[in-house]
């Protein structure tokens, strides 16, 4: 994505969340996965090119299990811009979950054996505010001679337009990404944000989480207590969030204020005593690092 440090333990990484994600956008709200069903998976892999070995890391990846037996392997992508490459992309983390199963044939006697195969599933989480108008699959992405064409296969991608989603499809979300769509959906459709009263899970991923999306960093700065985890609501953590703005913006004024008196104060002495700049600045206990800034207010070029 544009921004892509949604922090190590992000909201989506939480299996209650990230089931939810699969069971609403795969699976239209059945509960098919269960968070219990749910293993962590490497996140980085690598590929060799130009003599090299490079690393790609997936945003979360996920094994879907059965037991002790891998269902699928499920990842996800969050874009904040569109990405006309992001088939090209996704093909290599897929094409990475493939290889791993075929280096993964091997016993604990060392002995090689074919163990069973399972799909590999990306779902590329699209949060910006136009409508996805790229690529969705490899063929788009390639500039391919007509004979060619029989000979190269094709390669779709899962991308889901986060804020373009139906009002009935974010009612089947039940966990705290329910919050985050709710949000991009309301702007896009009313231009405002009207937030639910249902209390929040995991608040400071949330938060983490609209902060790199929005880039409205008042998301990470807002103070929310430990305890409040599971008790607080949107529309209160907006309330903060709101706060925090006046408080930045007073406080921003008050300098600034602050600031043009002095400047004011160190034009009353340049035209009224004879003084000369420095032995001005001097009176008013200016700092040297300072001195540049005022010389410009009074000035002007």
């Not at 400071?204 to 902060?211: R, W, Y």
């Not at 529309?235 to 204020?257: N, Q, S, Y």
Request: proline share 4%.
């Amino acid at each position: 994505m544009g921004e892509k440090d949604i922090t190590e333990k992000s909201l989506e990484a939480y299996d209650d969340v990230f089931s939810d994600i699969i069971n609403v956008l795969l699976f239209d709200g059945r509960q098919l996965v269960k968070e219990d069903e749910l293993s962590d998976a490497a996140p980085l892999s690598q590929y060799k090119a130009d003599g090299r070995v490079h690393g790609q890391e997936r945003d979360v990846a996920k094994y879907w299990r059965n037991g002790s037996i891998r269902i699928c392997l499920y990842g996800l992508e969050n874009q904040t811009d569109i990405d006309a490459d992001i088939p090209l992309r996704v093909i290599g983390y897929d094409g990475a979950g493939y290889r791993a199963q075929i280096l993964a044939d091997k016993g604990e006697d060392g002995k090689k054996f074919r163990k069973p195969r399972y799909p590999v599933v990306t779902l590329v989480l699209y949060f910006g505010e136009k409508r996805w108008n790229m690529h969705k699959s490899l063929l788009e992405c390639l500039e391919v001679p007509l004979e060619l064409k029989p000979f190269v296969s094709d390669y779709k991608v899962n991308v889901f337009e986060i804020a373009w989603l139906e009002p009935e499809t974010v009612a089947k979300f039940r966990s705290d990404f329910r919050i985050v769509v709710d949000y991009f959906v309301q702007l896009r459709m009313n231009n405002e944000y009207k937030p639910s009263a249902e209390t929040i899970r995991h608040v400071h991923e949330v938060l983490q989480l609209m902060a790199v999306l929005t880039k409205d960093r008042r998301f990470e700065e807002v103070q929310i207590p430990p305890r409040a985890e599971g008790e607080i609501a949107m529309c209160e953590v907006l309330d903060r969030v709101e706060k925090k703005g006046f408080d930045l913006g007073h406080h921003d004024g008050f300098i600034a204020g602050q600031r043009e008196g002095i400047a004011a104060s160190l034009r009353n002495l340049l035209a009224n005593t004879g003084m000369t700049q420095t032995q001005a600045m001097d009176a008013l206990g200016i700092s040297q690092g300072e001195r540049d800034k005022y010389a410009a207010m009074v000035n002007p070029s």
